[in-house]
């Protein structure tokens, strides 16, 4: 097996089998919804060879591994002894939004490689007929049309299965719902037929009836390529499904609890939830060409200048629904194409690191992240190449954003969900035009924004004696590990608690690391202890924090809960004066967190050593409850 080493580290630092609730991949990311992540050891986890980063986002905890992350999935999949099928429920409540995400992503994940693959077939017939080498009224044209467009035109069938999964529904029933909103027989009911009359006249949901079901009007869409439909209709099903079985005995469930679901469901998305979802899906594509036509120029830059972020997050899942809504609604979408220039921008500064850099290392890195991002994955780049160095990082935003810009003044539009990157090109040519300005404006922005964020990272953005700076660290590093030179301090945990990884904690200041690396603790209690013979520093007026530096010149910042300042000393009781010197485990403050957290604010506590960058490394040993300082 050759990634086992890699997923038994995962495994492990995930906190084993028993802590996963669901697992998923997409191009990049192992997608984990884990029971319990402040289990996850993520500082190990990233330190892990293989592993490019962790991100905590659209609650979610992703483990971004690369281009090979199928095969890692897969073999991750039979060592942990987890089903393909398991479920994908998390005991961990999340917000509106993580929730939202995760029910995003859980659904368009598993057909994103088809939705790619069909879109390529589709965009490359549209080349062909624009080039002047098909007809199309060609078999060879309906032959690849039907090869491209079956996912798209079957979508509901598709998504009843992803979302039946997502939403604990039998993944057949779901299936079945969305076939019989694609029916051939009930779409071809309202050809050349007269209705029977209409419904809302005269306002914009005005539908003609032509059917009517036990005399209720049914309002006939066109449900191919439609997406919130199925998803809501599937949503409801998966409830359904539940009341049934509860009220059928087992020996009957096999066939009554799925003959029932579907005899109910399917009326009632034809009569309701199908015409209600497209309404919405309706004004929801007029609500965001609306947003575009006010100023395609400043979306541009806006939606280019945070797309990268929008993908570090995870939060793009949000966006690509609207965009395939957007095509099957209007027949194009001119939003999330302002944001495809960010892996040529991206591309751009890698390739700039790579020329510029004496390191190998970095090279060794950065060459197969480049390729992925000619091929529109741009994880690598990001979380390998320029995040970790800043100012190549803000080039690919600059440079992104005016890729946007560009493309919002030539009015690009992608007409189809198809391949990334470079096999992109075909997405924006028109079915119905050809080849036109969009195209140009697409080839236009993403050649700018290359050549942007090359000049801007090989010029001033980007300097290699950081690298150099950081190799000879890592040299020390390993010469002292070599002769036995390295020295370990332990720290002991100054306030009984659950731990948290530091990048867990709200404030950006400490889960980012500028004030230190350590750890977060959730207190049991409301006391704090010194953790070493130390000199108190600094002590707060309002004695929300404390500032320690021991013996051996650690320094230590002790911070109770998060905008506990605004409190005013309320709740906060010192034992110490600042420059007084206290020996361990010496009481030091005191605070009722009960009330703290009665008025509203959170009592995890950062505990960092703030002068992190004068030693070799700062670890959490969460097994031992301690801090290890390397030096």
Avoid at 14 to 40: P, Q
Avoid at 168 to 187: C, D, E, W
Avoid at 247 to 266: A, C, D, G, K, N
């Amino acid at each position: 097996m050759a990634y086992k080493e890699l997923v038994e580290e995962i495994l492990k630092y995930v906190g084993g089998k028993e802590n996963i609730a669901g697992l998923t991949h997409c191009i990049t990311r192992l997608r984990f919804n884990l029971k319990d992540e402040s289990i996850a050891d993520t500082v190990a986890l990233k330190k892990t060879k293989g592993v490019v980063t962790v991100v905590q986002s659209g609650g979610q905890y992703q483990v971004v591994i690369g281009n090979h992350v199928p095969e890692v999935y897969q073999e991750f999949i039979n060592y942990a002894g987890l089903s393909n099928e398991a479920s994908d429920e998390s005991q961990q409540k999340k917000g509106p939004l993580d929730a939202f995400i995760d029910v995003i992503s859980g659904i368009f994940t598993p057909v994103l490689g088809l939705l790619a693959a069909t879109g390529m077939i589709k965009g490359l017939n549209v080349l062909f007929v624009s080039l002047g080498w098909i007809e199309n009224t060609s078999g060879t044209y309906a032959i690849l049309q039907a090869a491209g467009d079956c996912f798209f035109y079957f979508f509901p069938i598709f998504l009843g299965y992803t979302a039946a999964k997502k939403f604990g529904l039998k993944q057949f029933v779901g299936m079945a719902i969305g076939a019989a909103l694609v029916y051939p027989a009930l779409s071809g009911l309202t050809a050349n037929a007269e209705p029977l009359y209409t419904l809302f006249s005269g306002t914009i949901f005005e539908s003609p009836v032509y059917v009517t079901f036990l005399g209720i009007p049914v309002v006939l869409m066109s449900y191919s390529s439609s997406v919130i439909p199925i998803v809501i209709a599937t949503f409801f099903g998966a409830k359904l499904e539940k009341m049934i079985t509860k009220l059928i005995p087992s020996i009957l469930r096999s066939f009554l609890v799925p003959f029932l679901t579907v005899l109910i469901m399917v009326p009632l998305t034809f009569i309701v939830i199908g015409p209600i979802a497209t309404w919405i899906g309706n004004i929801l594509g007029a609500a965001v060409l609306s947003i575009y036509q006010f100023s395609p120029i400043v979306a541009g830059i806006a939606v280019g200048a945070v797309w990268q972020v929008l993908v570090m997050f995870g939060l793009h899942w949000g966006i690509i629904p609207i965009a395939i809504n957007n095509i099957g609604v209007l027949g194009y979408d001119p939003v999330m194409v302002l944001g495809q220039a960010t892996p040529f921008a991206t591309a751009g500064a890698v390739l700039a690191v790579i020329i510029k850099s004496k390191n190998n290392s970095v090279r060794a890195i950065g060459i197969p992240a480049f390729i992925s991002s000619l091929f529109g994955v741009s994880e690598p780049s990001l979380y390998g190449v320029t995040l970790p160095r800043k100012k190549p990082f803000i080039a690919t935003l600059i440079s992104s954003s005016i890729g946007g810009l560009i493309m919002g003044a030539f009015g690009t539009k992608s007409f189809i969900m198809g391949g990334m990157g470079i096999f992109s090109l075909p997405n924006y040519i028109s079915p119905s035009d050809g080849i036109g300005s969009g195209l140009y404006g697409y080839v236009l922005a993403i050649s700018v924004a290359f050549a942007l964020s090359f000049i801007l990272t090989i010029s001033f953005m980007y300097d290699p004696a950081e690298d150099r700076r950081n190799a000879e660290a890592e040299e020390k590093k390993v010469i002292s590990k070599e002769n036995n030179l390295l020295t370990e301090t332990k720290i002991d945990m100054p306030i009984k608690g659950k731990i948290l990884a530091l990048a867990d904690v709200e404030d950006e200041a400490f889960a980012s690391g500028l004030l230190g690396k350590g750890v977060a603790i959730v207190p049991s209690n409301g006391e704090i202890y010194a953790p070493f013979d130390a000199t108190v520093e600094t002590l707060f007026p309002t004695n929300h924090a404390i500032g320690l530096k021991s013996t051996e010149g650690i320094e230590l910042l002790i911070h109770i809960g998060m905008d506990t300042v605004n409190l005013k000393g309320e709740y906060f009781t010192s034992y110490v004066k600042q420059g007084q010197q206290v020996k361990k485990s010496e009481l030091l403050l005191r605070f009722d967190k009960d009330k703290i957290q009665s008025k509203g604010y959170s009592i995890v506590t950062p505990v960092v050593v703030t002068n992190t960058d004068t030693y070799l490394d700062v670890i959490p040993d969460v097994v031992n409850n301690v801090i290890q300082v390397v030096n």
